[in-house]
């Protein structure tokens, strides 16, 4: 058998902290990614002894496990039901609110839920899994002429591996990713400040200050304590009449990015971003063309101004 012969599992825990036993109908499709299985600290001893150089063996400390695991971001291909993607979302503070054949949205939700989650990560043989786990980092990107794409960073406690054949998956529903381009994504759909735009690309970062507590006389557990929401986007340059993105960044204007992704039902992605500040605006060479792109930092004074996803 190969490297390659990897089998991911995520289940939500009844208790967090406690492995969940881990089965094929938990797998999800993901990308080729390389755990790291002891992300541990070395806490020294400083004595010395008769000879020179370390001569006490040092404890190890935070004892966890990461994964950056790399994923299509889809819908299922059914309306108002949950996909390949949807514990992922959990994980990175997502809340999802269900429209039976409707629509699923995505929201940030902050406190976030206490739920975590027990991942598994199957190679060749052995299982590779971490407790209690939540996502600190949640990005997708989207490039002209790609598909989107995601990726999650996975903080666990670490537990041991375990010799363990390869379970045999039932993935769950997921549609085929969409092109990121103009049978993807519908002309004057994309708008910035209800000015159409023409993208080349588009990043969003969810940055997640994760935490694990390991204090004296308490249960090891993670938690997010603050988070942080950025991005970019590369467009092809309005005239200034239409859109002085300039004078937006330079007078810290707040507006709203809508980006729908997607033509069929079940697998059409808007991402809103009701409120955000633009960034130094930046002059690129789009494929020989003028073109600007723009960082932004998303502000939010309250829930209707977060970050969200609809998959209808």
């Not at 004078?247 to 039902?265: C, D, H, I, K, R």
């Amino acid at each position: 058998m190969a490297f390659r012969d990897q089998i991911l599992c995520l289940k939500p825990e009844t208790t967090s902290g406690t492995l969940e036993s881990l089965t094929g109908s938990d797998a999800i499709q993901v990308g080729q990614f390389t755990p790291t299985v002891q992300d541990f600290s070395a806490v020294e001893r400083t004595v010395i002894g008769s000879r020179p150089g370390v001569v006490k063996a040092a404890a190890m400390a935070e004892r966890k496990i990461g994964f950056e695991v790399p994923f299509e971001f889809a819908g299922s291909g059914t309306a108002g039901v949950a996909g390949g993607i949807h514990h992922l979302m959990l994980m990175a503070g997502f809340n999802a609110a269900t429209v039976a054949n409707t629509s699923i949205t995505y929201s940030q939700a902050w406190p976030p839920s206490a739920t975590t989650y027990s991942v598994g990560m199957f190679v060749d043989g052995q299982r590779y899994a971490g407790a209690g786990c939540r996502a600190s980092a949640l990005s997708i990107s989207a490039k002209a002429g790609e598909f989107l794409q995601a990726s999650a960073t996975i903080m666990g406690l670490y537990r041991a591996p375990t010799t363990e054949a390869n379970p045999s998956p039932t993935f769950p529903a997921q549609a085929a990713p969409v092109l990121f381009n103009s049978a993807g994504v519908a002309s004057g759909t994309v708008t910035l400040g209800g000015v159409s735009l023409c993208l080349a690309e588009y990043e969003i970062s969810i940055e997640n200050t994760t935490v694990l507590y390991d204090h004296a006389g308490c249960t090891p557990h993670i938690e997010f304590t603050d988070r942080q929401v950025t991005g970019s986007i590369t467009f092809a340059r309005p005239a200034l009449a239409t859109l002085d993105a300039f004078a937006n960044a330079a007078a810290s204007t707040l507006a709203a990015l809508v980006m729908p992704v997607g033509t069929a039902a079940g697998n059409i992605c808007t991402f809103n971003h009701p409120s955000i500040q633009l960034g130094a605006i930046e002059l690129v060479d789009i494929d020989g063309k003028p073109g600007l792109k723009a960082p932004f930092t998303q502000v939010a004074a309250a829930a209707n101004q977060e970050f969200n996803i609809v998959i209808t």
